[in-house]
């Protein structure tokens, strides 16, 4: 399970002063659930995400993955988590298979139980055909499928998703929230961040929109459609967002840090 309990995060920026990517973020996520951000460039999904994921603290709030503050107890909860990004990087000159080898040993497999875990994520992804290639050398769909094999190697319970899909093709794209899929029929806990409505379509049990840093609403996209009298999600997400800008005092959504 996911809590995030008014996260806060500011940045300074050399150019525009405090900036404050992230404003009380506040949600959960229960096991076999997927958790979508739905926002636009820069509204602090993936600064959210990267708190989620240890690899940034929080200036304010709390959270806590797996049962484990992200704060207080950050390698439980890196042990716990599988975080794929679009960027998630593999070591060019090992192969496929020599790869998941690696990050097995990094998270304490070995000998059998290591090798049973690579052929079977190597059947699972289909990557028996290019195993023994160079990472280097992968196409990019192929490489993808080696970093979800990579970021699931040590079975977390609990999987984020940073814009995975971003900059693939359809097929990736495809293999992608099939995975995602399977992680939630498999009881993980899911969340994963996108700008693209027809993947919250797909995926989303319950979705927050983010705007500026901040959860603007939240619910099922059922719900949100209902909630905006749209009967498309594109549309829902713009009426809302619009919305959100008009009620939201201009002082409030620009950077304080003693709010
Ligand atoms: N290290 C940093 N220093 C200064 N500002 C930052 C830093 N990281 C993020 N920001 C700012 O925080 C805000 C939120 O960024 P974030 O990357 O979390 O958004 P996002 O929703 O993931 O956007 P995208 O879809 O473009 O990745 C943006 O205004 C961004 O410029």
Known sequence: MIEANKLTKTFRDRKRGLVRAVDRVSFQCQPGQIFGLLGANGAGKTTTLRILGTLLEPTRGSATVAGFDVVKEPEKVRRSIG???????????????????????????????????????????????????????????????????????????????????????????????????????????????????????????????VHHGRIATEGTVAELKAQAGEEVLENAFLKIVQGFDLETPAAEASASPNA
């Open 83 to 209: 975080f794929l990004s679009n960027g998630t990087a593999l070591y060019g000159r090992l192969t496929a298979r020599e790869m998941l080898g690696y990050f097995g040993r990094l998270n304490g497999l070995e000998g059998s139980q290591l090798k049973s875990r690579v052929d079977e994520l190597i059947e699972r992804l289909e990557i028996g055909d290019f195993e023994k290639g160079r990472c280097d050398k992968l196409s990019t769909g192929q490489k993808q499928r080696v970093s979800i094999a990579r970021s699931i190697i040590h079975r977390p319970p609990v999987m984020i998703f940073d814009e995975p899909t971003t900059g693939l093709d359809v097929m990736t794209s495809q293999t992608i929230m099939t995975f995602i899929e399977q992680c939630r029929d498999e009881g993980l806990t899911v969340v994963f961040s996108t700008h693209i409505m027809s993947e919250v379509e797909r995926l989303c049990d319950e979705v927050a929109i």
